[in-house]
């Protein structure tokens, strides 16, 4: 017997109570196992109430980020229909990795996990990811496209994490090429990363961390003045397992016109529409060295479109780019 064997049959009698005897009858195994199993539920964040004689009963499903609390939200036909929940993990991106070299697995299998103790950001930095307060993914992907094209994925992850956001009336701007702001905070990084030969993919993982319900103090305090979460902006609790299958659903849609029709159109045009960068003077990071340039647009590959110092325009495929004012130079 699991808990999750038990929390379906709470589910299915949603307004009874079932005793724990029924339970232990029904799984052949002791009461105090049983209740062991409940005591686990609660602590996973399900509202459960036990009362003697009586038994257990669901009040209300838990925010957590399983398959069985986010399928009813779903409207994919492989993006997320695969979900491997942790409680506490490392970082989702590694067991992305490990798992996607697994040629048996499926694409569009996502890791979730509650915390991530070693949490990676690009280049070897780190990502906080507190427990239960925000929504840490790896989605394990096998598309056909060439190895160069690759941060176009992290650009349909941005995109989808914004009209996710806009369906809750949430406004966020994007930070070409990986961050999700609001109010001019990051609220969101994008994570890609690849194994590929020269002209073939073997698998793409692609992470997204999205600060949901924290406060300022689970934060870092040297977080605090760049960072935020949707709760401390919008003063409000939010569902995460929604928010989640809202960026899954949207995904898959824009991944498949990329990968089947060569069309990243609705991408760019969310990209587009709500950069944070377009119009701006701004610094990016080359070759080890700051350039100052001012962001005309994003063309139709993806790629930022900028005008230099000496007036040429010129167009950048990847980079980081810091804005001065907005947030410290990450
Ligand atoms: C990113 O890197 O923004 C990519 C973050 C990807 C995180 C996800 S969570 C699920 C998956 N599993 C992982 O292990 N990672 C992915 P970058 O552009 O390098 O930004 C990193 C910088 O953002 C750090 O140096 C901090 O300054 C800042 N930062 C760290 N944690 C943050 C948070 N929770 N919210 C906002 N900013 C944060």
Known sequence: ??????????????????????????????????????????????????????????????????????????????????????????????????????????????????EQTRGKGRLGRVWESPKSTGIWFSIILKPNISPMNVSNITLLGAAAVNLALSDLNIESKIKWPNDVLVNSKKVCGILTEMSAELDEINYIVMGIGINVNMTENDFSEELRKKATSLKSEYKKQFCRKQILAKILNYFEKM????????????????????????????????????????????????????????????????????????????
Do not use: P
């Not at 590694?94 to 299998?109: F, H, P, R, V």
């Not at 005309?296 to 001065?324: C, K, P, Q, W, Y």
């Open 1 to 114: 017997m699991t808990k999750e064997e038990i929390l379906v049959i709470l589910k299915e009698n949603r307004d009874e109570f079932i005793s724990g005897e029924e339970l232990s009858n029904k799984f052949g195994v002791s009461r105090a196992a049983v209740w062991k199993h409940i005591k686990s539920l609660k602590e996973d964040g399900y509202n459960i109430e036990s009362i003697s004689r009586r038994g257990y009963r669901i009040i209300e499903n838990a925010d957590v980020l399983t398959y069985e609390e986010i399928k009813n939200y779903l409207e994919t036909k492989f993006v997320g229909q695969n979900i491997i929940h942790y409680d506490t993990i490392d970082s989702t991106n590694l067991k992305a990795k490990e798992l996607a070299n697994d040629s048996s697995i499926k694409e569009g299998t996502i890791i979730t996990s509650e």
């Open 255 to 330: 991944y498949i016109e990329y990968v089947e029709n060569n069309s990243l159109e609705q991408c760019i045009n969310v990209c587009r529409d709500n950069s944070i960068l377009i119009g701006r003077e701004v610094y990016i990071k080359e070759r080890g060295q700051s350039n100052k340039i001012k962001v005309i647009d994003i063309n139709s590959e993806g790629h930022l479109v900028v005008e230099r110092d000496n007036n040429s325009i010129d167009e950048i495929i990847s980079g980081e780019v810091s804005i001065d004012g907005v947030y410290g130079v990450l």
